[in-house]
Nanobody, 116 residues
Framework: QVQLVESGGGLVQPGGSLRLSCAAS????????MSWYRQAPGKERELVAS????????YYSDSVKGRFTISRDNAQNTVALRMNSLKPEDTAVYLC?????????WGRGTQVTVSS
């Protein structure tokens, strides 16, 4: 079955960096669009970044553009999110999503907390 397992979250000070990773299995990763979303308490889930199956193109929300970088390794079936210059408003649960075979699949998420 499809599995998406996020890791790399934690507590970081404002201005710091984190690298999230999502390990995928159970589907053809190399043909799937992969995305990172986030959800803060009391707020709607928000698309943060997406990357094409080839890895050649990516989309970023305005709130993270220039600070976050999405990447993928089709040999290792992983997708990463490098987060720099973190702000308190980046605090949220970060979730990995795969679009494959016309269906969406979600991981359980990893908590990122930005606080001094």
């Amino acid at each position: 079955q499809v599995q998406l397992v996020e890791s790399g979250g934690g507590l970081v000070q404002p201005g710091g960096s984190l690298r999230l990773s999502c390990a995928a299995s159970g589907f053809t990763f190399r043909t799937s669009v992969m995305s990172w979303y986030r959800q803060a308490p009391g707020k709607e889930r928000e698309l943060v970044a997406s990357i094409a199956s080839s890895g050649r193109s990516a989309y970023y929300s305005d709130s993270v553009k220039g600070r976050f970088t999405i990447s993928r390794d089709n040999a290792q079936n992983t997708v990463a999110l490098r987060m720099n210059s973190l702000k308190p408003e980046d605090t949220a649960v970060y979730l990995c999503k795969a679009i494959t075979g016309g269906n969406d699949y979600w991981g359980r998420g990893t908590q990122v907390t930005v606080s001094s």
